[in-house]
């Protein structure tokens, strides 16, 4: 497994050329005041995991990911959830079964844990399985019906294979929230989202604070119901407003 400060690394780089579309080796090098040698171990290392593609002297998005209306959700606030990501990450310990949710935050956790090796990966998000799908840990993806906006997996197979799941550790995405809680948009994901929590040993909320005055339809648990809530820097007074259970 790389060292965490190569995996911080790593991410930043994904963030850095799916925002721009692409980037230069000597651009990278610069950024992160390291040799040309050492962002070309990086780029070679995420090429082999098809989250990027190399070029002559040029890194750009891998197909899978230029193929689909994701990259601008994946760009916005991408230093956000490349905090939130790592953050997330380095809460990982030993070989647990770890649930990813959909989202693009949660996708950049997806990218990191990537990174490991030993894991259980659980997940009823495309974009996730196939960010994962040449890492070193076992993956789960539970099918179902594709609800092709959040490219998620969704309706009776995706919630049977969920009840029959044991989950250590269940990393969780949202729309917006209400005051009591995290809230998404599809009553579709709402049922995912439930059995999720239900049966997770532990559960954790990823979310970028552009999120807060955003309200989804539906609320699909309770701050109580959650073990953490991970934003990629403290409240404000007026955000926790918005929020007051976080207080």
């Not at 911080?8 to 579309?21: F, T």
């Not at 809230?183 to 559960?203: C, D, Q």
Request: aromatic residues 6%.
């Amino acid at each position: 497994m790389a060292r965490p400060v190569d995996i911080e690394r790593r991410n930043k780089i994904i963030n850095i050329v799916l925002a721009s579309g692409r980037a230069t080796i000597n651009e990278l090098a610069k950024m992160f005041n390291v040799s040309t040698e050492t962002i070309r171990k990086d780029v070679a290392d995420l090429s082999e995991k098809k989250i990027l593609q190399k070029g002559h002297g040029i890194v750009l998005p891998a197909n899978s990911y230029t193929e689909n209306p994701l990259p601008y959700k994946i760009s916005k606030n991408a230093d956000a959830k490349s905090k939130i990501a790592n953050y997330a990450a380095s809460l990982v310990k030993g070989k647990k079964t770890i649930f990813i949710d959909t989202g693009t935050t949660v996708l950049q956790l997806a990218n990191v844990l990537n990174m490991f090796e030993g894991l259980t990966i659980i997940t009823n998000s495309m974009m996730a399985a196939n960010a994962l799908s040449d890492s070193k840990n076992e993956l789960l993806v539970t099918g179902g019906e594709l609800r092709p906006k959040s490219y998620s997996y969704v309706g009776a197979w995706t919630l049977r294979a969920l009840r029959q799941s044991k989950i250590d550790i269940a990393f969780m995405g949202c729309d917006g929230f209400h005051r009591n809680g995290p809230t998404v948009g599809s009553y579709r994901e709402l049922e995912a989202k439930e059995i999720v929590i239900e049966n997770a040993e532990k559960s954790i909320l990823l979310a970028d604070t552009s999120k807060i005055p955003t309200q989804g339809l539906y609320c699909y648990c309770s701050f109580s119901d959650l073990d953490r809530v991970i934003f990629e820097r403290d409240l404000t007074t007026s955000e926790k407003e918005y929020i007051p259970e976080l207080r």
